[in-house]
């Protein structure tokens, strides 16, 4: 049963609108959550991350948003650029418990970004 | 850059034979990773190490072992390669602070095996 669920299997943007990109979670023992960018022939990148403590996190045209209750996090980029077109990758960990437990990750949103 | 390198980064191989794929870290990480990443699979845990000699399994380990006998190595064998483990193959290392763990990828390997 998949722990992290990234619903939609792509997505389509325009050149300076916002890119919204959806992540669900099952366990509510997740308290770390990662976004990921990966071009094609290159390993994936650590874009930007959440702890539970907080419920945004900014980083230029990158924000992440964590909803708790409702056990879903987004990643918005503002705005888009033909650049930004890639694979994303949701993840989660039990942050400070995570002990030797891996992350967890979703299977991946591509993003295309049309000029 | 996390200072990891993965050897070799394309391989062609034949079914049965056995694969080596190897993954060397320059800056002293305690946790590294093999994952495969496949179309509609996304990043899929193969293996993983928390230090010299100790391994764990991941989701799909059948079909594969490693080894780490040395911090800066982390090894991925196909004991029989099969057409099914054609993919690309990536490692990662783990940083971990007092909120959590991040991790870091190399380049990735594309394994065929025809």
């Known amino acids: 049963d998949q722990q992290v669920k990234q619903n939609s299997p792509s997505l389509s943007v325009q050149e300076g609108r916002i890119s919204i990109l959806n992540c669900d979670y099952t366990n509510s023992m997740f308290d770390y959550f990662l976004w990921y960018k990966k071009y094609p022939a290159e390993g994936p990148t650590f874009l930007i991350s959440i702890s539970s403590i907080k419920d945004k996190n900014e980083d230029g045209r990158f924000t992440v948003f964590l909803n708790k209750s409702a056990k879903h996090l987004s990643l918005h980029i503002v705005p888009s650029q033909p650049g930004d077109s890639a694979v994303y990758f949701c993840a989660a960990s039990w942050g400070r418990n995570s002990g030797n437990t891996p992350l967890v990750f979703g299977k991946g949103t591509r993003l295309s970004v049309i000029a | 850059d996390a200072g990891i390198t993965q050897s070799p980064r394309h391989k062609v191989t034949e079914t049965g034979t056995p694969v080596t794929l190897r993954c060397h870290q320059t800056e002293n990480h305690r946790y590294m990773y093999w994952y495969r990443q496949d179309p509609g699979h996304g990043l899929r845990l193969i293996h993983y190490?928390?230090?010299?000699?100790?391994?764990d399994k991941g989701e799909v380990s059948d079909g594969y072992s490693v080894s780490r006998s040395k911090t800066e190595d982390f090894l991925l064998t196909l004991e029989s390669a099969t057409s099914s483990q054609t993919s690309v193959y990536f490692c990662?290392?783990?940083?971990?602070?007092?909120?959590?763990?991040?991790?870091?990828f190399g380049p990735g390997t594309r394994l065929l095996v025809l």
């Open positions: 990662a290392i783990s940083t971990r602070t007092g909120l959590g763990e991040t991790q870091y």
């Open positions: 190490s928390y230090g010299v000699k100790d391994t």
